[in-house]
């Protein structure tokens, strides 16, 4: 590939933008977002502009059938849905009501339009799913759409992109041209120099995010056990959890769903969730990123199921620096 072409890739289940920002601080530019949940769209579409005919679609069940909607592109980006694999939902894996039909969308897509190269990404507990079958028939299916695989690697936030977030995600990454696919290396380890306090915002939050007697029965407990403000804690139903690594626990998509899924921390003012742009700053999103006015509980999903940004943008760069 010529260097003064524009890679162009595709951005399937692109939630809120975190695996396009990624690819574009990289250089590469999107022609296509592919994304369901309106809320999602809502944060997406107020930081990104439609632009150089870029397109969106819902939803990929009908993406590229009977038509040449999917535009040519040299990456096809898919951050696919996790909770079919993820050790906390129901793991039916490729037997859930949409899991099978997506993973076969992937599939049709790279079938059809042939990119150079494609970037997986999703929890740890997909590797091991039935014993290991589930991710060995889709590694293998991937080969069979003619791509060669490089060796899929787990990778943490807090050890590969210095980011201050205990999170391990799955990532694989395939290229037409076995050559290429041979260069291709994932990020090494590097030491973890930033600390909760680069994410945490220094004035005192809205009052809505502290706990009080009066509406946590759970407040007398935490007052007890937190103590340390480099830390984050969590309360897990009956007791209270400290993060000893000293870096924010995984962000999941259920922080909004109500009971004391959101990380908690202590500062000069009390005890507190972190805030939504608190969890927009553990995935390591820029601060120009923009938070559009929805519920708290849409916001903290939202980044609770994106990707973490820095380590997205390591692997895009050394993909284009190989295409």
């Not at 079938?111 to 997909?126: Q, T």
């Amino acid at each position: 590939m010529k260097n003064k072409e524009t890679i162009k890739f595709i951005d399937l289940f692109a939630g809120i933008g975190g695996m396009r920002i990624g690819f574009e601080d990289a250089g590469a530019q999107c022609v296509l977002t592919c994304e369901i949940d309106d809320a999602a769209m809502t944060t997406y579409k107020e930081n990104y502009k439609p632009e150089h005919n870029h397109k969106f679609s819902r939803d990929i069940l009908n993406l590229g059938l009977g038509s040449d909607f999917v535009p040519d592109h040299n990456i096809l980006v898919a951050g696919f849905p996790c909770q079919p694999y993820s050790i906390a939902g129901l793991r039916k894996g490729l037997k859930d009501e949409r899991g099978g039909d997506i993973f076969k969308a992937i599939l049709r897509i790279l079938n059809k339009n042939k990119p150079d190269a494609f970037l997986l990404e999703n929890v740890k507990g997909i590797v091991n799913h039935e014993n290991g079958e589930t991710f060995k028939f889709m590694i293998t299916s991937l080969a069979e759409c003619g791509y060669h695989i490089v060796p899929p690697e787990v990778l943490n936030s807090m050890t590969h992109a210095n980011v201050p977030q205990n999170r391990e995600r799955v990532f694989v990454v395939g290229f037409k041209d076995p050559e290429k696919a041979a260069k291709f290396k994932y990020p090494n380890e590097v030491k973890l120099s930033r600390t909760i306090h680069d994410c945490l915002e220094s004035v005192k939050a809205g009052e809505e995010f502290y706990y009080t007697e009066e509406k946590y029965d759970c407040t007398k407990a935490l007052k007890v056990a937190m103590k340390n403000k480099d830390t984050i804690y969590q309360w897990r139903r009956q007791y209270v959890r400290e993060n000893k690594s000293n870096a924010c626990p995984t962000l999941t998509a259920n922080m909004g769903s109500g009971g004391h899924n959101v990380p908690l921390i202590l500062d000069s003012f009390g005890i507190r969730k972190l805030t939504p742009r608190e969890t927009a700053n553990f995935q390591g999103f820029p601060r120009s990123f923009k938070l559009p006015k929805l519920a708290n509980s849409k916001l903290y999903h939202q980044f609770g199921n994106s990707v973490t940004v820095p380590l997205i943008k390591k692997i895009a760069t050394e993909i284009i620096k190989v295409l």
